[in-house]
C-alpha cells in the first residue's frame, strides 16, 4: 500500500519557523519526484516545492522562494520541508506528494492526508 504520511504541522506565529516531514513506503522513493502542495482555505491547491529524484535538483513557487528549504534522506525514504520566516498568507493544509517535478496538479501520483500549519499574525 503506498502511503505518504505527513507530520510536522501547528500554530505558529508570523516569523517563526516550522518542519514538514514526509515518510513514504509502498513504492519506490526513485521512480518519483516529491513535493509539497498546499491549500488554503477558499483556495486552489498549489504547488510549493519539489525535488528531483534524478539529480536532486530542487522548485520553488515564487511565494516561498528564501523561506522554504525541501531536502530528503533517501535511505529513510522522508523528505523535509524546512519553512522559515512564516507568514499568515502560508496558513494552509501541506499535501506531501509523489508525481513529476515541478509539480503539476494532474501529473501527481500519489497524495498524502496533508497536515496543516497556521501561521498566526
Known amino acids: 500500500e503506498v502511503q505518504l504520511v505527513e507530520s510536522g504541522g501547528g500554530l505558529v506565529q508570523a516569523g517563526g519557523s516550522l518542519r514538514l516531514s514526509c515518510a513514504a513506503s509502498?513504492?519506490?522513493?526513485?521512480?518519483?519526484?516529491i513535493g509539497w502542495f498546499r491549500q488554503a482555505p477558499g483556495k486552489e491547491r498549489e504547488g510549493v516545492s519539489c525535488?528531483?529524484?534524478?539529480?536532486?535538483?530542487?522548485y520553488y513557487a515564487d511565494s516561498v522562494k528564501g523561506r522554504f528549504t525541501v531536502s530528503s534522506d533517501n535511505a529513510k525514504k522522508t523528505v523535509y520541508l524546512q519553512m522559515n520566516s512564516l507568514k499568515p498568507e502560508d496558513t494552509a493544509v501541506y499535501y506531501c506528494v509523489a508525481g513529476g517535478c515541478p509539480m503539476d496538479y494532474y501529473g501527481v501520483a500519489y497524495w498524502g492526508k496533508g497536515t496543516l500549519v497556521t501561521v498566526s499574525s
Open positions: 525535488m528531483r529524484s534524478s539529480d536532486g535538483s530542487t
Open positions: 509502498g513504492f519506490t522513493f526513485r521512480d518519483y519526484d
